[in-house]
């Protein structure tokens, strides 16, 4: 079954950056799109961008261009994602998603990991 | 970008009921249309996709529609697991662009 596995949460002080993970099982990891996306405390979901490991192709939300750096590494089927010079207001919770058949994005998701940032 | 309004923020409805959640666009998105569930644990789910297409897994009291900018997703026989907040998210044209959710509660 596909399974979509998020790194732990992190507490990071303010300027820094963090690198999330996203480790996929149960299909093949070059076929399908991995989107990210951030969910501030009580609020609703934003598309960050999204990735195609077959190709290493990359699309951003223009509103996190500069903020966000969507990797992967094929041999570990895992996504990241690096966000740099963090404030308090990327603190969120951050998920990954892949992909469905005719790119349906975000047909299954992660658990999401929990980003603080605070000095 | 194109806007998504999910215009009920919550919503109150009795085990049993039949609820519709709705969700419009600024503009045409041609049936690219998403619905999500996300539980209060802050696990989320596809429900729906294309607008009426069922996803893998979910039970068949849940249902889409809609086309155009106006778009619906309806449950029938409200059951307790289905206490979630329920978000709208068009993939007609990058950025993909989500609802604020409607969040439903039982009475």
Redesign the interface.
């Known amino acids: 079954q596909v399974q979509l596995q998020q790194s732990g949460a992190e507490l990071v002080k303010p300027g820094a950056s963090v690198k999330l993970s996203c480790k996929t099982s149960g299909y093949t990891f070059t076929s399908y799109w991995i989107?990210w996306v951030k969910q501030r405390p009580g609020q609703?979901?934003?598309?960050i961008g999204e990735i195609f490991p077959g190709t290493g192709t990359t699309?951003y939300?223009?509103?996190f261009k500069g903020k966000a750096t969507l990797t992967i590494d094929t041999s570990s089927s895992t996504a990241y994602m690096q966000l740099s010079s963090l404030t308090s207001e990327d603190s969120a919770?951050y998920?990954c998603?892949k992909s469905?058949d005719?790119?349906?994005?975000?047909?299954?998701?992660g658990?999401?990991t929990l980003v603080t940032v605070s000095a | 970008d194109i806007q998504m309004t999910q215009t009920t923020s919550s919503l109150s409805a009795s085990l049993g009921d039949r609820v519709t959640i709705s969700c419009s666009a600024s503009q045409g998105i041609s049936n690219y249309l998403n619905w999500y569930q996300q539980k209060p644990d802050g696990t989320v789910k596809l429900l729906i996709y294309y607008t009426s297409s069922l996803h893998s897994g979910v039970p068949s009291r849940f249902s889409g529609s809609g086309s155009g900018t106006d778009y619906s997703l309806t449950i029938s026989n409200l059951e307790p697991e289905d206490i979630a907040t329920y978000y709208c998210q068009q993939y007609s044209k990058l950025p993909w662009t989500f609802g604020g959710g409607t969040k439903l509660e039982i009475k």
């Not at chain 1, 609703?44 to 598309?47: F, I, V």
Request: glycine letters at 14%; charged letters at 15%.
């Open positions: 989107q609703g979901l934003g598309w699309y939300n223009e509103k919770v998920f998603a469905y005719y790119d349906v994005p975000f047909a299954y998701w658990q999401g």
